[in-house]
């Protein structure tokens, strides 16, 4: 029998003679509990925790004082020692042995082995693309497939600031990266997990899309600040996302992008998907001119953004590829292809700076954002047209760093540098902004950022090069597994994010536009 | 006796307690699981021993229905207040005796005494199954005086 979930940690002495100290501190509630604790003797320590209990078990005597298990022991060479700890909530708690406790991880250890050999990806950047895919697994609800942003909430994007925020949601914006990531490494089912998800989670709001859920399909809760000290002294510890209640139209397009994806690589778009589909892109075309709070969450209020704009535009030239290869019915052909041609007409003259030969954050506007490299990802303008170009020379004169990073935007307040715009800088040379080895030598020089176990956070810091944010971050992990993978299909001359082919051509069908 | 009467009033009881536990555990108010810890007498395996357990569960409540039946009849009376009754003396049966022999009659269930071995991994319930939560009691009354109340409702005599 298993747990229902359970840590376990063992600590062999190799050689020599070390001092073993071990310690445990429950503190449900954010730390608002002291809980109750109970000795039940050879069955361990029980743990009253809300709803459930632990279970902490120790092969070497634990004492608890105060609410806080210690234990320590002298180990000499040949001599190990094992503890668990196991919570359950509706049912009575299972109790493996811990002499079992080497076998547990022997056969995990082969779980997950095996796991990664089904890895298609066997590159350069193997090792990091091995980690990436580890750390989105790791963040994978099993039950219903949904992908939490980070397992943490309010490590800051600022040390001492007020930058924190709770990522332990679903965001609807990293599915279309993290299918493209999920099928073209192999793992299939992981990817049709996590469509699967999206579409249940999302039924009883369709067609209006929510920016993030809990892994269980509900709304994320209220933001509300508790009272715990945060990371180095970074407070608040935010508790729930604020960012429940904002606009941003670009979560349509990622949604039907991601089904895109799935449906170009042999994916079946049933009835129940395609009539949700169809009920997204009508969203879109009655809502796609509002403002809105955009990509990068501020709370400042809405605009138009020109991201916005971009993944608007992509939803409607998905839906009507999907149509046009007999993947989706139910959508009105000339309204999707009319008001998908107004959107691309309205990026080209409106989000486009003529004084600064770049396109812009916000229309009309003149700051930047490095959200714009998208634009060649989502097929809208060429990787090595003029105002790719252009827009990429401005970014990275107005963006990166004296060590190449990039920041997000000019609009936000200073924080770190932004992952993941890095990495969607390497991928945009890799699909052909720039060359193959300005590609590889970008990548090198981030896996410079990567810790010992190959994770990033949301962000880099400047100064000192440590990840800034709530971390692990998957999206940044997606962001490195894409940009690997279009590196590898430069090299290998495949086709480079092959479901939106015809997309890109279309871009480039409209050049009176600019 | 009444067969058709007893099947049907004990399968209707033997629901409705499942349906009681299955409500307390879902509002967090006990982590005992009847069907859990039924099934796992059969199997290790936790999705498969969840149905077993409520299969063997529902055999069970037949052949202990089969008792206020038999005390209904050789009585002559029988009404929901009785059933009742009798639900809850099931209860404190189950509470005092069933759950201090069952670490020693469940072959998944580990004892105080000897601690989790490779076989035997279950938590035991403890007195009056405390240690699945301090209103398991509570809740264990509650739904076998509803399982008695139906049996003495829905049996006609002989």
Redesign the interface.
């Known amino acids: 029998?298993?747990p229902d979930h359970e840590i376990v940690r063992q600590f062999s002495c190799t050689s020599g003679e070390l001092e073993l100290e071990f310690e445990l501190v429950p503190r449900p509630r954010y730390g608002s509990v002291v809980p109750a604790i109970r000795n039940?003797?050879?069955?361990?320590w029980?743990i009253d925790a809300?709803?459930?209990?632990c279970?902490i078990r120790s092969s070497i005597p634990l004492r608890f004082k105060d609410g806080v298990a210690h234990a320590c022991a002298h180990m000499r060479a040949g001599e190990s020692a094992a503890f668990s700890l196991s919570y359950?909530?509706?049912?009575?708690?299972?109790?493996?042995?811990l002499?079992?406790v080497p076998h547990r991880i022997e056969t995990c250890v082969g779980w997950w082995t095996r796991w990664v050999s089904q890895m298609r990806y066997d590159g350069e950047f193997k090792e990091e693309v091995i980690r990436s895919a580890l750390a989105l697994k790791l963040m994978t609800f099993a039950p219903s497939g949904a992908i939490i942003a980070a397992p943490t909430t309010s490590l800051p994007e600022k040390i001492g600031g007020g930058l924190n925020w709770d990522y332990r949601y679903c965001w609807l914006r990293d599915a279309s990266m993290t299918i493209r990531a999920m099928i073209e490494l192999g793992y299939w089912q992981e990817a049709s997990a996590f469509l699967d998800w999206m579409l249940h989670a999302t039924r009883l709001t369709q067609p209006e899309l929510h920016i993030l859920y809990t892994v269980f399909g509900n709304r994320a809760p209220r933001e509300w600040k508790s009272g715990l000290r945060g990371y180095r002294g970074s407070s608040p510890v935010r508790i729930g996302n604020a960012a429940r209640d904002q606009l941003q139209l670009d979560v349509y397009g990622e949604v039907i992008d991601a089904a895109a994806q799935y449906a170009f690589h042999g994916g079946n778009l049933d009835l129940a998907m395609q009539k949700a589909l169809a009920g997204f892109g009508d969203y879109v075309l009655g809502h796609w001119q509002l403002p809105d709070e955009g990509i990068w969450e501020p709370r400042t209020g809405r605009t138009h953004h020109t991201h916005s704009r971009l993944l608007c535009w992509t939803s409607l030239d998905r839906l009507l590829t999907l149509h046009a290869q007999g993947k989706l019915r139910g959508i009105n052909v000339d309204q999707y292809k009319k008001q998908r041609d107004l959107i691309g007409d309205q990026i080209r003259r409106r989000g486009w700076n003529e004084k600064m030969q770049s396109y812009v954050s916000e229309l009309d506007g003149d700051k930047l954002d490095s959200s714009l490299l998208l634009l060649s990802w989502y097929g809208f303008e060429k990787p090595d047209s003029q105002r790719m170009r252009s827009t990429y020379a401005a970014l990275r004169n107005r963006l990166a760093t004296r060590k190449g990073l990039l920041y997000r935007s000019e609009s936000l307040p200073p924080e770190g540098t932004f992952a993941i715009c890095s990495f969607w800088e390497a991928e945009y040379l890799a699909l052909g902004g720039g060359t193959i080895s300005q590609t590889r030598d970008l990548l090198q020089t981030l896996a410079t950022y990567q810790n010992d176990l190959g994770l990033y956070g949301e962000e880099i810091s400047e100064e000192t090069g440590e990840a800034l944010g709530n971390f692990p971050q998957a999206f940044t992990h997606v962001g490195l597994i894409g940009a690997v993978l279009s590196l590898d299909q430069r090299q290998k001359g495949e086709q480079q994010l092959a479901h939106r082919r015809e997309s890109a051509n279309a871009g480039q069908s409209h050049p009176t536009a600019a | 006796m009444n067969w058709g009467s007893w099947a049907l009033s004990s399968l209707v009881a033997t629901l409705a307690l499942s349906t009681l536990m299955a409500l307390s555990?879902?509002l967090?108010l006990t982590?005992?699981?009847l069907h859990?810890?039924v099934g796992?007498i059969l199997t290790?395996n936790?999705d498969r021993a969840r149905l077993y357990g409520f299969l063997l569960h529902l055999v069970n409540g037949w052949l202990v229905s089969l008792l206020y039946v038999f005390i209904f009849e050789t009585r002559h009376y029988v009404s929901c207040w009785f059933g009742t009754l009798l639900g809850l003396a099931h209860a404190l049966f189950f509470l005092t005796v069933i759950t201090s022999l069952l670490p020693t009659l469940h072959p998944?269930m580990?004892t105080?005494?000897?601690?989790?071995?490779?076989y035997r991994?279950?938590?035991?319930?403890g007195f009056m199954a405390l240690?699945?939560g301090y209103q398991t009691p509570l809740w264990v009354f509650v739904s076998h005086a509803a399982f008695g109340a139906i049996i003495g409702a829905l049996y006609r005599l002989q």
């Not at chain 1, 039940?40 to 361990?44: Q, R, T």
């Not at chain 2, 105080?112 to 490779?118: L, M």
């Open positions: 029998m298993v039940f003797g050879n069955l361990g029980r809300g709803r459930g209990v279970w359950t909530e509706n049912a009575p708690a299972v109790l493996p042995p002499d079992q | 555990q879902g967090g982590r005992m699981n859990f810890m796992t290790a936790r998944r580990a105080e005494r000897h601690g989790p071995n490779s991994q279950l938590e035991p319930p240690n699945y």
